[in-house]
């Protein structure tokens, strides 16, 4: 079935350091991919997405990656900040419609 | 602006009962969405709505759940005869569209608790 997963559970990074957050999805037919960062307690927020026909777009701090040759999407964010501590879940549109299919999630941990 | 509200913030109830969340979506945005999150978990899709057209139920996990939207705003997830395992924050999201750049804004959820 369709699925999306995410190498690493947890990341720990040093401040103003940048971060690699990776991702792995099975649909090849999928049309778009999205990041969200999700803090306790809360509801996941949009940072960036990505249309499958793009290899690469670029945000404030934040970039994202997209290789369909091997189904792989990452999310990398310079000068990583305390504010940036968080889940981080990729997720993909269905070509079914509207509905998100979401990653289990990397918490990313900032140490200052 | 104001962004998507859900209501109750948390719930506690027994098993057994029937309990029914409540989605305000982002003024003005045509699709509404739910979706489950278990504890530590991603987000699981239930069920989406889009202008006037039949709902997409096909992520509702038995007949038990239910959800409507009325005059294409304000949606409620009803769920019947709760049971443990429905423990989990349940999640409203909206999006003006369902196109490159409509993301799906999320509110921050109800936290259901079956005891």
């Known amino acids: 079935g369709e699925s999306v997963g995410l190498h690493l559970p947890t990341l720990s990074v040093q401040e103003g350091d940048n971060s690699i957050i990776n991702c792995a999805y099975s649909?090849?037919?999928?049309?778009?991919f999205i990041w969200y960062k999700q803090e306790s307690g809360k509801g996941p927020q949009f940072i960036i997405d990505?249309?499958?026909?793009?290899d690469k777009r670029q945000g404030q701090r934040v970039t994202v990656l997209l290789n369909k040759t091997v189904k792989h999407l990452s999310l990398q964010i310079a000068a990583t900040q305390p504010g940036d501590s968080a889940v981080y879940f990729c997720?993909?549109?269905?070509?079914?419609?509207?509905?998100?299919?979401f990653g289990q999630g990397t918490e990313l941990s900032v140490k200052p | 602006g104001a962004g998507v509200s859900q209501s109750p913030s948390n719930k506690v109830t027994e098993k057994g009962k029937d309990v029914e969340l409540r989605c305000d979506p982002i003024s003005g945005h045509t699709a509404l969405y739910w979706y489950r999150q278990s504890l530590g978990q991603g987000l699981e899709f239930l069920i989406y709505f889009q202008g006037n057209s039949a709902p997409d139920k096909s992520g509702l996990p038995s007949d038990r759940f239910s959800a409507e939207r009325t005059g294409g705003s304000v949606s409620t997830l009803t769920i019947q005869r709760t049971q443990q395992e429905d423990s989990a924050v349940y999640l409203c999201?909206?999006?003006?569209?369902?196109?490159?750049?409509?993301?799906?804004?999320f509110g921050d959820g109800t936290r259901l608790s079956i005891l």
């Open positions: 649909n090849s037919a999928s049309d778009y």
């Open positions: 990505i249309r499958s026909n793009m």
């Open positions: 997720a993909e549109r269905s070509n079914q419609g509207g509905k998100l299919i």
């Open positions: 999201a909206s999006s003006s569209g369902v196109g490159f750049g409509q993301p799906q804004h």
